[in-house]
């Protein structure tokens, strides 16, 4: 199971193809990542319940009995050339409970009890309701949600987690860390009735040709 996602971190961050001395109409084109496709996830095709098109933009991964505070999270899949919605894309999300924990999840997977996967539309939004998860019982790192993002006909990969500015660990360390994999990942949450709410948009990342 992972349990974390550190050793994702540490990459040096990715300096853009195209220096100060570039003409001002020239494009900067994000780098690709030469490792991009960080993990061995392409079982998670398999996982799917049901076929990856009936898939919905807006799930629920956490239901009204499950303990904890209420979470509202929502975005826009962004095409990395132009910035435009991006269709198709599957956007797959997994968290920790109350007390920080993954377990519990259906037998034979690697991930989180509370989980889900959604498809955008032609808006690219996806968006889910569940509860706010809790750092591990360890304390080593901040509460987060992981992503792993698959677009048509490419690999799927991993992005950087959503964690809370302002919470618990999400310091200039984390800050320094951050890979910016699918954008910033640090997003403010705000209490709406007795609901959190946090959006995300996400930079789809360059894929080798
Ligand atoms: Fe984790």
Redesign the pocket.
Known sequence: M????SSRRGVILGGLALGLTAPACAQAQPRIRPDLYNGELDYLSKEFPGRAEDLSASITIAGASEPGERMAISGRCLSWQDGKPAAGVIVYAYH?DTTGSYAGGPRGTRHARLRGWMRTGADGRYAFTSIKPAPYPDRT?PA?I?FIVLEPNRRPYWIDDIVFNGEFKVDATYRTAMELRGGDGIIPLRKTNTIWTGARDIKLERHPA
Not at 2 to 5: L, M, V, Y
Request: no cysteine; glycine share 12%.
């Open positions: 992972d349990t974390d996602g920790t790192m987060h992981h």
